[in-house]
């Protein structure tokens, strides 16, 4: 059984910065993909920025620039450092592991007002 806890959502004016965290527990191999996603009401599920174990990333177009994603394998955690936030970033963001299967967190809200 594979669970992802996500932390570190809220409310941010424009222009600050949050940072977001996801621990994995479970049967989880080393060889996987983390990621987040985020959902805006009315709008498709968006990739927001994927990781491999390798260290290799990918960044969706709105956020790049702005967005970093890093890992740490030791602890099966994937962290998202937003900065420079803007009122289009609001949306619930969830984290997303691929090991065999596809697993996702309940996500994580974030609200970012002009």
């Known amino acids: 059984q594979v669970q992802l806890v996500e932390s570190g959502g809220g409310s941010v004016q424009a222009g600050g910065s949050l940072r977001l965290s996801c621990a994995a527990s479970g049967s989880i191999f080393s060889i996987n993909v983390m990621g987040w996603y985020r959902q805006a009401p009315g709008k498709q599920r968006e990739l927001v920025a994927t990781?491999?174990?390798?260290?290799?990333?990918r960044y969706g177009d709105s956020v790049k620039g702005r967005f970093t994603i890093s890992r740490d394998n030791a602890k099966n955690t994937v962290y998202l450092q937003m900065n420079s936030l803007k009122p289009e970033d609001t949306a619930v963001y969830y984290c997303?592991?691929?090991?065999?299967?596809?697993?996702w967190g309940q996500g994580t809200q974030v609200t970012v007002s002009s």
């Open positions: 990781i491999t174990s390798g260290g290799s990333t």
């Open positions: 997303r592991l691929i090991v065999l299967n596809d697993y």
